[in-house]
């Protein structure tokens, strides 16, 4: 186990805690209650247990024989002066009450046999203790009471112990808390290193967390080292697909550049070929190559804008725009290439504006690549219709076919550049889309919330 551990710390706390809590009794002893016995002087006293007690008041007794009231009196008032705490009496040879120390102690002032006999089966062993004693050696002169609490006749340690007790209680308590508070700190800490950990960890936007200061070597601190250097391959992942990412952009761009110039050159020797005197076959092979060649040419302009629009360099200017003018400038556009394949056309505008903040050239280009694609993938079905509905919560562009429909995913079939701009512009533009497919044909809806 590494000394620094973290069980090893707490351990320790453990084990000091079965320690010194039970021993607490003995370390106040010797840090607090023998000091202060010390400083009262009460380590050099004797003790007066039962037996002292006993032999001081048997001596008084015997001396206090044959001696005329007054020094008796003198004699008892001075024994009251040696032990304050004591409850002193003497009662003579006729019974009656001669001395009481204090004055006002309840005790009869004629003592009768009864009140004698009563008196010596209450103070048999009880509290106070009880010591009588015959004044003189013989049993004629009456005899002597001396009252003493049991709890001072303990030892003196044990006195300042019931001295104290309150304050010993305190301190116990407070050692005892010291310990309870010392474990929740401990605790407590390691919540707030994981509290902290748990928060740099929470990745937001994608973005790769922070490095978290690492300055102990115990398992949160491996943890944390563990998490920097996640974050470091991480970092270092990140920039090499940015640098992939470039290389890729900067090869379609190249690429783009690169194929537009030969494609330029054949169209315009395919061009050259329409006023040659061409076979049917031939000339049936020239409208092929030409639709090739445009079909290229598309998928290259998709790949260049599809590339800008990753980069953030296709130029977006958006503002408040008629979108049922703009549909219509675009479907007159399109509409004698969707009549010469023979398609059967319908659409349907309200009469009223549907303004959207959207820029006009990028929906204008969304709309080509639409309808681009239901020329090219939906010619079977021989149906395109475009309509737009609006309610007070949105409005939406609904593009239909009656083609095949999307039997793999749009994003990767040949189709997919030309989509994939559709789906960057509109997401950039704030809109959503979404394509329901089927074999029956494919709508298409463009659609923006009212806010």
């Given at each position: 186990m590494k000394s620094y551990s973290l069980l090893t710390k707490y351990a320790v706390i453990i084990i000091l805690s079965l320690i010194v809590v039970p021993g607490t009794y003995f370390i106040l002893n010797f840090v607090y209650l023998f000091p202060v016995a010390l400083s009262e002087g009460l380590l050099d006293e004797p003790y007066k247990g039962k037996s002292f007690y006993e032999e001081v008041v048997h001596k008084e007794a015997r001396q206090l024989g044959n001696q005329p009231n007054k020094v008796i009196h003198e004699r008892l008032s001075a024994l009251h002066k040696r032990y304050p705490e004591a409850r002193i009496f003497w009662v003579d040879e006729t019974g009656q009450t001669q001395t009481s120390i204090p004055k006002d102690m309840d005790i009869p002032k004629i003592w009768?046999?009864?009140?004698?006999?009563?008196?010596?089966?209450?103070?048999?062993?009880?509290?106070?203790?009880?010591?009588?004693?015959?004044?003189?050696?013989?049993?004629?002169?009456?005899?002597?009471?001396?009252?003493?609490?049991?709890?001072?006749?303990?030892?003196?340690?044990?006195?300042?112990?019931?001295?104290?007790?309150?304050?010993?209680?305190?301190?116990?308590?407070?050692?005892?808390?010291?310990?309870f508070f010392l474990s929740l700190w401990f605790f407590l800490k390691?919540?707030?290193?994981?509290?902290?950990?748990?928060?740099?960890?929470?990745?937001?936007?994608?973005?790769?967390?922070?490095?978290?200061?690492?300055?102990?070597?115990?398992?949160?601190?491996?943890?944390?080292?563990?998490?920097?250097?996640?974050?470091?391959?991480?970092?270092?992942?990140?920039?090499?697909?940015?640098?992939e990412e470039r290389i890729r952009r900067e090869l379609m761009t190249n690429l783009s550049h690169d194929i537009r110039t030969p494609l330029t050159t054949i169209r315009a020797h395919g061009y050259n070929l329409k006023d040659e005197n061409l076979t049917k076959d031939g000339q049936q092979s020239l409208n092929i190559m030409n639709d090739k060649i445009s079909f290229v040419s598309s998928l290259i302009e998709n790949l260049f804008s599809y590339n800008l629009l990753q980069s953030g360099k296709y130029r977006y200017q958006p503002k408040d725009v008629d979108i049922i003018k703009l549909l219509r400038t675009v479907i007159i556009q399109w509409y004698p290439v969707f009549e010469n394949e023979g398609f059967?056309?319908?659409?349907?505008?309200?009469?009223?504006?549907?303004?959207?903040?959207?820029?006009?050239?990028?929906?204008?280009?969304?709309?080509?690549?639409?309808?681009?694609?239901?020329?090219?993938?939906?010619?079977?079905?021989?149906?395109?219709?475009?309509?737009?509905?609006?309610?007070?919560?949105?409005?939406?562009?609904?593009?239909s076919d009656k083609g095949p429909g999307f039997r793999e995913n749009c994003m990767t079939t040949e189709y997919g550049i030309g989509l994939g701009v559709v789906d960057a512009m509109v997401k950039e533009m704030e809109l959503a889309w979404e394509i329901d497919t089927s074999d029956q044909g494919t709508t298409i809806k463009i659609i923006q919330s009212s806010h």
């Open positions: 009768t046999p009864a009140d004698t006999v009563e008196f010596m089966k209450e103070s048999y062993d009880s509290d106070p203790f009880t010591v009588v004693a015959f004044i003189g050696t013989g049993q004629r002169e009456g005899f002597l009471v001396f009252q003493i609490d049991q709890e001072l006749l303990e030892y003196p340690m044990l006195q300042i112990d019931d001295k104290y007790r309150n304050l010993y209680e305190v301190l116990v308590l407070a050692i005892i808390g010291l310990f390691i919540r707030k290193r994981l509290k902290a950990l748990s928060k740099v960890m929470q990745i937001k936007e994608g973005k790769i967390p922070n490095y978290v200061d690492s300055p102990a070597n115990d398992e949160i601190g491996e943890l944390e080292k563990a998490f920097n250097e996640m974050v470091n391959e991480l970092e270092k992942a990140q920039e090499r697909e940015a640098e059967d056309i319908r659409v349907h505008f309200p009469e009223q504006s549907v303004i959207w903040y959207i820029d006009s050239n990028w929906l204008e280009r969304i709309m080509d690549n639409l309808f681009q694609n239901v020329k090219r993938h939906a010619h079977s079905g021989k149906f395109f219709s475009i309509s737009v509905e609006s309610t007070q919560a949105e409005s939406m562009i609904i593009i």
